[in-house]
T-cell receptor
Framework: KQEVTQIPAALSVPEGENLVLNCSFT??????LQWFRQDPGKGLTSLLL?????REQTSGRLNASLDKSSGRSTLYIAASQPGDSATYLC???????????FGQGTTLQVKP | EPEVTQTPSHQVTQMGQEVILRCVPI?????FYWYRQILGQKVEFLVS????????KSEIFDDQFSVERPDGSNFTLKIRSTKLEDSAMYFC???????????FGPGTRLTVT
C-alpha cells in the first residue's frame, strides 16, 4: 500500500531564505507526483506536476525534483517571501485511475 | 482561467440526514474525483469517475456514498445518512486525462451535528 511522508511537518524561516521541503513514498511504481499549496481553510492549488519519466520541473521560484527509484521528491523554494506561508502537500498518482495519495503536508511560515 | 467550483462552501446537517455536495469541473475535463480531509488529517481519496461510471472507490466510499454526473456540467457526491465522522472538508477535482494534473475546487466544509 502506497504511503507518502513529508518532512518536516513544520518549518519557520526568515524572509529571503532558500528552503527545501521533502516528500518520500514507499512504492516507486508511480505515474506522477504533484505538489500543492493549501492556505488555511482553503482548497488545494496545484504548483507543479512531475511525470514519472521526468527528473525535475520548474515554475518561477519553485523547483521540484523526483528520484523515483529512491522514492523521493523535493520542493525547492528560492528567496522565500511571507506570501509563501502555507501548507505544502505532496501527492503521488498510482494505480490505474489517477487517484492521488497525499502526504500530511509541511506547514511553512516565512517571517518578514 | 477555468476553475473547479463547489457548492455550498459550508453545509451543516444533522446526523442521519442526506446531503448532496455539488461540483462543476472544468469544462473540457473528463476525469473526476472526490477527496476528503478530516480536520488535521491527510487528504484522502474517495472515488474516481470516468465515462459516467465509477472507476475506483476507496474503503471509505461505502454504500452510504454515491456519485452522479446528472448533466454535462455537474458532478455530485451524495451521502445518504450522515454520521458524525463524515464531518470533513470535501474536495472535488478534475483533469483532462488519467494521469494529468488534477485541479481542485475550493471545497465544501461538511459539519454533522
Amino acid at each position: 500500500k502506497q504511503e507518502v511522508t513529508q518532512i518536516p511537518a513544520a518549518l519557520s524561516v526568515p524572509e529571503g531564505e532558500n528552503l527545501v521541503l521533502n516528500c518520500s513514498f514507499t512504492d516507486s511504481a508511480i505515474y506522477n507526483l504533484q505538489w500543492f499549496r493549501q492556505d488555511p481553510g482553503k482548497g488545494l492549488t496545484s504548483l507543479l506536476l512531475i511525470q514519472s519519466s521526468q527528473r525535475e520541473q520548474t515554475s518561477g521560484r519553485l523547483n521540484a525534483s523526483l528520484d523515483k527509484s529512491s522514492g523521493r521528491s523535493t520542493l525547492y523554494i528560492a528567496a522565500s517571501q511571507p506570501g509563501d506561508s502555507a501548507t505544502y502537500l505532496c501527492a503521488v498518482s498510482s494505480g490505474n485511475t489517477g487517484k492521488l495519495i497525499f502526504g500530511q503536508g509541511t506547514t511553512l511560515q516565512v517571517k518578514p | 482561467e477555468p476553475e473547479v467550483t463547489q457548492t455550498p462552501s459550508h453545509q451543516v446537517t444533522q446526523m442521519g440526514q442526506e446531503v448532496i455536495l455539488r461540483c462543476v469541473p472544468i469544462s473540457n475535463h473528463l476525469y473526476f474525483y472526490w477527496y476528503r480531509q478530516i480536520l488535521g488529517q491527510k487528504v484522502e481519496f474517495l472515488v474516481s469517475f470516468y465515462n459516467n461510471e465509477i472507476s475506483e472507490k476507496s474503503e471509505i466510499f461505502d454504500d452510504q456514498f454515491s456519485v452522479e454526473r446528472p448533466d454535462g456540467s455537474n458532478f455530485t457526491l451524495k451521502i445518504r445518512s450522515t454520521k458524525l465522522e463524515d464531518s470533513a472538508m470535501y474536495f472535488c477535482a478534475s483533469t483532462t486525462r488519467t494521469f494529468g494534473e488534477q485541479y481542485f475546487g475550493p471545497g465544501t466544509r461538511l459539519t454533522v451535528t
